[in-house]
């Protein structure tokens, strides 16, 4: 099919498919940055563009992201979220160098974090990976995120490969790999400062979070009002040394790197910071097709779409940890064997035209409520 025609049609079926979303129901008149975070300009935030230019589902990258099984992430691999109280205590977190326990490379003081701060991985919860002699093996750590939001200070504060020393909880001491504690200004753009991330966003960007999945039994349409987060496989991926006549060899725009051993590893064809999303001839609303979870899935995949942030062993959406078990895997399983193979890339995504020029398929996110 001629690239403007395809464009066309494109358009066309984004208009026909996302008309009874925007008037699905009324939004929030605001929006608590805690729940629902980052600016409505932010990436995260924006939806399609109705000059959106789709491949299809028999595209090279369609194809590509299919290869692989889909999985969501909801507990181990996945980023717990701490919401902390004006009156908790605070908590210690040396960055450290792999392997070495001390000095620690810098030392972080969070001022305020639950007594009960829930880390990644239920390994986590019981065991630490302090080994004696003064090492850490950051190995042994399930990815180890974490977020710790401050609602009073309106900032969340994410850490890499987060796991507390010999003491355990009691010592209100973390230690997490060097480079990867950042502050996020939940009011901001998301983008800055760099994540920890494979793609250097941020952990929250693309989380699928509980009350989100909770709102889908009643409200699929509104559920999960953002783009999402999504990992693919090495094999998948796209090896910087096969792409150096683009700008950005190995990945594209909101990416702004890979992993360290991607030029090593990588192996396919899907650059980090591809945008996927599903394909509007998608019938949501067909009965019997998808779940209730499955529902607010496909609306936030078509609407907004998802970024590939990071590697994975599948290909892999994340929520946040602690999310309804059986919800959680009625999503997953419509992931799997309805909505991916309907998925496919947006081919002219860029900061320029988030999700495609034009129009925009779903309203802006509304303002944030007023401190509190």
Same mark, same amino acid.
């Given at each position: 099919?001629? /690239?403007?025609?395809?464009?066309?049609? &494109?358009? @066309?079926? =984004?208009? *026909? $498919?996302?008309?009874?979303?925007? #008037?699905?129901?009324?939004?929030?008149?605001?929006?608590?940055?805690?729940?629902?975070?980052?600016?409505?300009?932010?990436?995260?935030?924006?939806?399609?563009?109705?000059?959106?230019?789709?491949?299809?589902?028999?595209?090279?990258?369609?194809?590509?992201?299919?290869?692989?099984?889909?999985?969501?992430?909801?507990?181990?691999?996945?980023?717990?979220?701490?919401?902390?109280?004006?009156?908790?205590?605070?908590?210690?977190?040396?960055?450290?160098?792999?392997?070495?326990?001390?000095?620690?490379? /810098?030392?972080?003081?969070?001022?305020? &974090?639950? @007594?009960? =701060?829930? *880390? $990644?991985?239920?390994?986590?919860? #019981?065991?630490?990976?302090?080994?004696?002699?003064?090492?850490?093996?950051?190995?042994?750590?399930?990815?180890?995120?974490?977020?710790?939001?401050?609602?009073?200070?309106?900032?969340?504060?994410?850490?890499?490969?987060?796991?507390?020393?010999?003491?355990?909880?009691?010592?209100?001491?973390?230690?997490?790999?060097?480079?990867?504690?950042?502050?996020?200004?939940?009011?901001?753009?998301?983008?800055?400062?760099?994540?920890?991330?494979?793609?250097?966003?941020?952990?929250?960007?693309?989380?699928? /979070?509980?009350?989100?999945?909770?709102? &889908?039994?009643?409200?699929?349409?509104? $559920?999960?009002?953002?783009?999402?987060?999504?990992?693919?496989?090495?094999?998948?991926?796209?090896?910087?040394?096969?792409?150096?006549?683009?700008?950005?060899?190995?990945?594209?725009?909101?990416?702004?790197?890979?992993?360290?051993?991607?030029?090593?590893?990588?192996?396919?064809?899907?650059?980090?910071?591809?945008?996927?999303?599903?394909?509007?001839?998608?019938?949501?609303?067909?009965?019997?097709?998808?779940?209730?979870?499955?529902?607010?899935?496909?609306?936030?995949?078509?609407?907004?779409?998802?970024?590939?942030?990071?590697?994975?062993?599948?290909?892999?959406?994340? &929520?946040?940890?602690?999310?309804?078990?059986?919800?959680?895997?009625?999503?997953?399983?419509?992931?799997?064997?309805?909505?991916?193979?309907?998925?496919?890339?947006?081919?002219?995504?860029?900061?320029?035209?988030?999700?495609?020029?034009?129009?925009?398929?779903?309203?802006?996110?509304?303002?944030?409520?007023?401190?509190?």
């Amino acid at each position: 099919m001629p /690239r403007p025609l395809r464009i066309a049609l &494109a358009a @066309a079926l =984004l208009a *026909l $498919a996302t008309a009874e979303t925007i #008037s699905a129901s009324p939004a929030p008149a605001t929006r608590e940055p805690h729940l629902w975070p980052f600016a409505a300009t932010s990436l995260w935030n924006t939806s399609l563009g109705r000059g959106a230019e789709l491949g299809s589902t028999a595209h090279p990258l369609s194809v590509a992201l299919r290869s692989r099984v889909g999985q969501l992430n909801a507990a181990t691999f996945t980023t717990p979220v701490n919401i902390a109280a004006p009156d908790d205590p605070p908590l210690t977190i040396h960055e450290v160098e792999m392997g070495r326990w001390s000095p620690p490379a /810098r030392t972080i003081v969070v001022p305020r &974090a639950p @007594a009960d =701060l829930l *880390l $990644a991985g239920d390994m986590l919860q #019981s065991k630490t990976v302090y080994h004696p002699g003064g090492h850490i093996a950051f190995s042994n750590v399930p990815d180890g995120f974490l977020a710790i939001i401050d609602r009073q200070a309106g900032t969340a504060i994410e850490a890499y490969k987060a796991c507390w020393t010999a003491d355990g909880p009691s010592s209100r001491t973390l230690v997490a790999r060097k480079n990867t504690v950042r502050t996020f200004d939940l009011r901001g753009d998301g983008l800055e400062p760099r994540g920890a991330r494979a793609s250097g966003l941020s952990f929250l960007g693309g989380l699928i /979070r509980r009350h989100e999945l909770e709102r &889908a039994a009643t409200d699929p349409r509104n $559920a999960i009002p953002h783009a999402l987060a999504l990992a693919i496989h090495n094999a998948q991926l796209l090896n910087p040394k096969a792409d150096s006549a683009y700008p950005t060899p190995g990945y594209e725009w909101p990416a702004r790197s890979f992993d360290n051993d991607g030029p090593i590893n990588y192996s396919g064809a899907i650059r980090m910071g591809t945008h996927f999303v599903l394909h509007p001839d998608f019938d949501i609303e067909r009965p019997g097709l998808l779940s209730p979870e499955g529902k607010a899935l496909a609306y936030a995949l078509r609407d907004y779409g998802a970024y590939v942030v990071d590697r994975s062993t599948y290909v892999s959406l994340y &929520a946040e940890q602690g999310v309804d078990a059986p919800a959680a895997g009625r999503l997953k399983a419509d992931w799997q064997t309805k909505l991916l193979p309907h998925t496919v890339p947006v081919l002219n995504n860029s900061a320029a035209a988030v999700g495609g020029p034009g129009e925009r398929v779903r309203p802006a996110a509304p303002p944030f409520a007023a401190p509190r």
